[in-house]
């Protein structure tokens, strides 16, 4: 069974240090990978997506995430952290399969506090 | 820019009531989807349709079922509203294709279920 794992609740981080936020998954055969992110009250927004090619994608607001097949990750980082990116960032895979229809399977969500 | 709208923001319910939630997105997406958020949970999927009047039960189908009349709305039913059903509610659409591409969000339906 398809499955992602966030192993944070939380990362704190001061703003203009660098974030990571970890994500690992579980999915026969090659995965689409996904990263939203959402805001209080607010419903989720895209950042970015890895399909094929480059191991390293780059997204929205400066966010770029790393694929790497042989660890099964797929963690989103940032350069320098900025205190409007305090918000909950969710990681999400997807079957690459013909019969797949678009849903996505995903993982339970970090939240994110940036401290000025 | 894809819109989807979903009609209530925050509800209010007794027990054994009969609760719909509405779900309209613009960009003539096949595929409409509902998930519920839960704090530590992320987001589960309870149903989602890929075409008119067709619909799949997701990981969670349990208590809730669904409509698809027309494209653009997808509806999402309790018949008889209970107090574990108490959560958010986010409604997403995508192209049929897009197990390469990404979903489009609405803003949450908070239900609360007293």
């Known amino acids: 069974a398809q499955s992602v794992a966030q192993p944070e609740d939380q990362v704190n981080v001061a703003e203009g240090n660098p974030l990571t936020v970890k994500c690992t998954y579980s999915?026969?055969?090659?995965?689409?990978l996904f990263w939203y992110v959402q805001y209080p009250n607010r419903g989720l927004q895209f950042l970015l997506k890895?399909?094929?090619?480059?191991?390293l994608v780059k997204g929205s607001y400066g966010f770029e995430a790393e694929f790497n097949k042989s660890q099964t990750s797929f963690h989103l980082k940032k350069p320098s952290a900025l205190v409007s990116d305090s918000a909950l960032y969710f990681c999400a895979v997807s079957q690459r399969s013909s019969s797949n229809t678009g849903k996505l399977i995903f993982g339970q969500g970090t939240t994110l506090q940036v401290k000025p | 820019d894809v819109k989807v709208t979903q009609s209530s923001r925050y509800l209010v319910k007794r027990t054994g009531e009969k609760v719909f939630l509405e779900c309209v997105q613009d960009?003539?997406?096949?595929?409409m989807f509902w998930y519920r958020q839960d704090p530590g949970l992320g987001l589960r999927l309870i149903y989602f349709s890929y075409d008119v009047k067709m619909k799949e039960k997701g990981d969670i189908p349990e208590g809730y079922s669904v409509s698809r009349e027309k494209k653009e709305r997808f509806s999402l039913i309790l018949e008889s509203a209970s107090t574990n059903q108490t959560s958010m509610y986010l409604c997403?659409?995508?192209?049929?294709?897009?197990?390469?591409?990404?979903?489009?969000f609405g803003e949450g339906s908070r239900l609360t279920v007293l």
């Open positions: 997403a659409s995508s192209f049929r294709l897009a197990n390469t591409g990404e979903l489009f």
């Open positions: 999915v026969s055969g090659n995965p689409y």
């Open positions: 960009m003539d997406h096949e595929n």
């Open positions: 890895y399909i094929t090619g480059d191991n």
